[in-house]
């Protein structure tokens, strides 16, 4: 199609100084036809000097073709007119051309969804063949932990005491977050996207990093991470204006961004200038001017997790190294681009540590026996999904692989066995 288009497109000079030719020879007293006009007009626009014979005419023994200044001036505009011409020729290309390739796919896409989804099918009685206790372990511990962090939520409300409104609050809020994050990583796996799912348990790790800094720290931390929201809300009404001034500037919208800007001003003026940071609530407790995630780590004693940390980044950004590095690589051959059978071991496992991590801090710092019992189910479910992983992770790597080339080759090899005749000697 777009060989097609280029084409017609490097024959229109061509052919607009036929037409300019023929009206000159037609002003002369003579008709062209078609090729005697093509063949001039080939000429001129190679700046040959050599001659063109035209068909005998009875009453014309010879005849001029001059080019006026006006047929000088249009072929020099040609290339500004073909242009235009150009450029509305291929906007209605495209469009045609989009028509039918539209139809086309509508016309296929009952067939095509039919052999996606029996492929989809295939792939995921697979997973489950491979994974399928791993992934029901690992479910099985997200469950309980969401019922054994909300039990120690309403507990802790239901208290009189006062002590740790901010923090219940905070590390509330951070377990509901968790949990869905664990059960986005579970999807995923379930799904055979192992590197989307190491990305989304790097999320999961960040909140429980900060649930530990925070449940180790209590209720004065708690309430400068709750209020450094409107932190973030400055920078986010600054992104608005800058990206959306037309919608900023009106009035509703100025109202509502000069009391972001009062509150941010507030709360920097009660915690000081470090708190202005991406994690400026946590600068006094940790003593640094502008703390990073990787001192929370430290803070939180997990800084042995950085290097899992960062290689679950490469699936994050749109750095090159995330291009050539992928936990689904079985073979060595770099990043599926797809869904696969392989690497799931690290997303499963991980998260089902960095779930219980984080829900410890919720049943702290008081204990009873029934904190205590349903810490050490977490703990059991987690290292049962953990080493079901593990199993699942070593048997990809023992397990004997073949191509399909090798397959489609041993059936041929066997249905060549069964067709010979049988020796009747």
């Known amino acids: 199609m777009q060989a097609a288009f280029e084409a017609s497109a490097r024959r229109l000079p061509e052919l607009q100084l036929q037409k300019i030719i023929a009206n000159r020879a037609a002003a002369s007293g003579f008709e062209l ?7 001039l007009a080939k000429q001129l626009l190679a700046g040959s000097k050599g001659s063109v014979t035209l068909d005998e005419r009875s009453s014309l023994t010879e005849a001029t073709i001059t080019l006026t200044d006006e047929d000088v001036d249009e072929i020099r505009r040609l290339p500004d007119r073909i242009e235009a011409a150009m450029t509305g020729a291929a906007e209605n290309v495209v469009k045609k051309s989009a028509d039918v390739l539209l139809k086309a796919i509508r016309r296929q896409w009952p067939a095509i969804k039919a052999a996606h989804e029996e492929d989809r099918a295939a792939f995921t009685e697979t997973i489950q063949l491979l994974w399928g206790d791993a992934l029901d372990k690992l479910d099985m511990l997200i469950a309980t932990a969401e019922s054994v962090g909300g ?9 009189r005491s006062k002590k740790r409104i901010a923090l219940t609050a905070a590390l509330g809020r951070l377990h509901i977050r968790g949990v869905q994050v664990a059960n986005e990583v579970l999807t995923l796996l379930r799904e055979g996207y192992a590197d989307a799912a190491f990305s989304r348990w790097r999320t999961l790790h960040e909140i429980t990093v900060v649930a530990i800094v925070l449940g180790d720290h209590g209720e004065a931390l708690a309430i400068r991470y709750l209020d450094h929201d409107l932190v973030e809300a400055e920078r986010a009404a600054e992104v608005y204006q800058r990206c959306h001034p037309k919608d900023a500037a009106k009035r509703n919208n100025t109202k509502a961004l000069k009391q972001t800007m009062e509150d941010y001003e507030a709360v920097v003026a009660q915690y000081g200038s470090a708190f202005r940071s991406p994690y400026g609530w946590a600068a006094e407790a940790l003593g640094k001017e502008k703390p990073t995630f990787q001192h929370l780590e430290e803070a939180a004693d ?10 679950a980044s490469f699936g994050v950004h749109a750095g090159a190294k995330g291009l050539t590095v992928s936990v689904a690589d079985v073979f060595g051959e770099g990043p599926p681009g797809a869904a696969s059978i392989g690497g799931l071991q690290e997303a499963g496992a991980e998260t089902a540590y960095s779930l219980v991590r984080l829900t410890g801090p919720l049943l702290g710092p008081t204990w009873s026996v029934d904190k205590l019992a349903g810490l050490n189910v977490l703990i059991r479910l987690r290292d049962a999904a953990a080493k079901a992983f593990t199993r699942g992770g070593q048997a990809m790597r023992d397990a004997t692989w073949v191509t399909e080339e090798e397959v ?7 249905e060549s066995v069964h067709a ?6």
């Open 33 to 39: 036809d078609p090729g005697e006009s093509e063949a």
């Open 151 to 159: 039990q120690a939520v309403a507990v802790a409300r239901a208290s």
């Open 302 to 311: 997990q800084a042995q997790m950085r290097l899992q940390y960062k290689a």
């Open 408 to 414: 489609e080759a041993w059936t041929r090899a066997g």
């Open 420 to 425: 010979e005749p049988k020796d009747q000697s």
